[in-house]
């Protein structure tokens, strides 16, 4: 007993999933001894690459000595850990795995964690759309998505919108200081994009997400809000783009014959043997001004700000969600040289390029390279937001045609967003969600 409180003394409570009493079976001795207890541990075991892993140790001793461990282990436990989740499932999302990865792998991981949940599987495209607009969130302490980064857009549209129109505010108004969210957020990465986990948890493996949730550590993020028409279009937390991004998108859509295959081969193909769509676009910035900042110095309710405009022909136009708060996001790693501020975040517009250079850039990103942002045919800005108009290269170009439909699309989080007249304009809101995540 004494062997093993040793080796559990090297284990922080803080990484403890949880302990239950079990009693050993034992061939043919327990017939005339009786069967030695035991008590299994079940804790988080952290390896490379930000992976985590749920390991055992087992405890022997008396019945009277497992009992008092376990229920020392469980005192300790922290206290702000969640009991029950709302959890949502979209079941066709990604590999079309996510009701077998929860009841085959997360379930028993809550469990082990006594957790409770009260689970809810999407049947159509928004679908959860609908549910948060009368889920009750205080009946919880943290709502999970097992999906990809499209099932939590519509989570986090849906309850930040009602956030809003329950507090009165008049959100469609980039002005207007958003109310954030208190309820925490985690996310079982299933979906054929996982930015968002990669951001908060390092990886897109979905036990590391899962103990992430059960320890209960959270994290407030920033969110980008996309106005289009003079409304509150989306909500973001990865990135936000036209041109090339959009177009990706749009094209890989067109071609769901190729199943899985088309989110490899159609942006391959486009990237390597198409001409890069060049538009014409005006983009103004909306730089902080340290002249005007707040008492606290965050400049959060400040409307002043230092404006620019830059107009020319362009591939595209993105912003990224990272921010000081949020440094894992995707391009995080490399737009941070560019952000001193916690309202700021960062826009860049894409000049023409040859195919090598702008496939060496994904890649620079991809390994966080500092110097991603570095390059000839880019120009980022430091920003607390921006607004876009999109032009078509022909004077009176066909209201059907594809560059039309094409100029009216955002790429946000991966989905497409239709936008009004080829105009929309992008903010950043401080500390809007909590992310359950390692901080």
């Known amino acids: ?28 001795l327990p017939i005339f001894f009786g069967s ?39 005192e300790k436990l922290e206290t702000e850990r969640p009991k029950k989740l709302g959890l949502f499932i979209n079941p066709i999302g990604g590999s079309q795995n996510s009701l077998n990865v929860y009841s085959k792998t997360i379930a028993p991981l809550f469990r082990a964690a006594n957790i409770v949940c009260d689970v809810m599987v ?17 009946c919880v302490d943290g709502l999970v998505v097992v999906g990809g980064d499209g099932t939590l857009l519509e989570v986090i549209n849906g309850l930040l919108t009602r956030a809003q129109k329950e507090a009165g505010l ?34 897109t493996d979905v036990v590391t997400a899962a103990l992430h949730i059960i320890r209960g550590k959270t994290n407030r993020n920033n969110v980008q809000a996309v106005y289009s028409g003079g409304k509150l279009a989306s909500l973001s937390t990865i990135v936000i783009g036209c041109g090339l991004f959009s177009d990706l998108i749009y094209h890989t859509e067109r071609q769901r014959w190729l199943k899985k295959a088309r989110y490899v081969v159609v942006p391959l193909h486009l990237m390597l043997f198409k001409k890069q769509r060049l538009f014409d676009a005006k983009l103004t910035i909306f730089q902080r001004d340290s002249t005007a900042e707040d ?30 708060g949020y440094p894992c996001a995707p391009f995080g790693a490399s737009v941070m040289p560019f952000i001193k501020h916690p309202s700021e975040f960062v826009v860049a517009m894409y000049k023409q390029c040859g195919r090598f250079e702008f496939l060496g850039h994904l ?16 120009l980022p800005y430091t920003v607390r937001g921006y607004k876009v108009k999109i032009q078509c290269s022909d004077k009176s170009p066909d209201p059907e045609s594809e560059e039309v439909n094409i100029n009216n699309l955002l790429d946000v989080d991966g989905e497409l967003l239709d936008i009004v007249d080829g105009e929309y304009e992008v903010w950043n809101h401080r500390q809007l969600l909590r992310f359950y995540t390692s901080s």
């Not at 541990?41 to 001793?61: D, L, P």
């Not at 999407?122 to 205080?138: A, G, L």
């Not at 400040?302 to 000081?324: D, P, W």
């Open 363 to 378: 890649k620079s990103c991809a390994l966080e390279n500092l110097d991603a942002f570095q390059k000839d045919f880019l």
């Open 122 to 138: 999407s049947e159509r495209p928004k679908h959860i759309v609908d549910i948060m607009k009368s889920f009750d969130t205080t």
């Open 1 to 28: 007993m004494f062997l093993w409180l040793a080796i559990l003394g090297s284990i922080e409570i803080c990484d403890v999933i949880g302990c239950h009493l079990c009693e050993e079976p034992g061939g043919i």
């Open 36 to 74: 030695a207890p035991y008590l299994v541990i079940k804790y988080i075991s952290k390896g490379k690459n930000y992976k985590w892993t749920a390991e055992n140790v087992h405890v022997t001793g008396s019945r009277e000595e497992c009992e008092a461990l376990r229920t020392k282990v469980n």
């Open 170 to 203: 008049d959100y469609d108004k980039p002005t207007c200081k958003l109310k954030p969210l208190e309820v925490p957020i985690g996310i079982i990465p299933t979906g054929t994009g996982n930015g968002t986990a990669k951001g908060l948890y390092g990886n």
């Open 295 to 324: 008492a606290d110095g965050t400049s959060e309710n400040s409307t002043t700000y230092e404006q620019k405009e830059v107009e020319g022909q362009c591939v595209s136009i993105t912003s990224s969600g990272a921010g000081l």
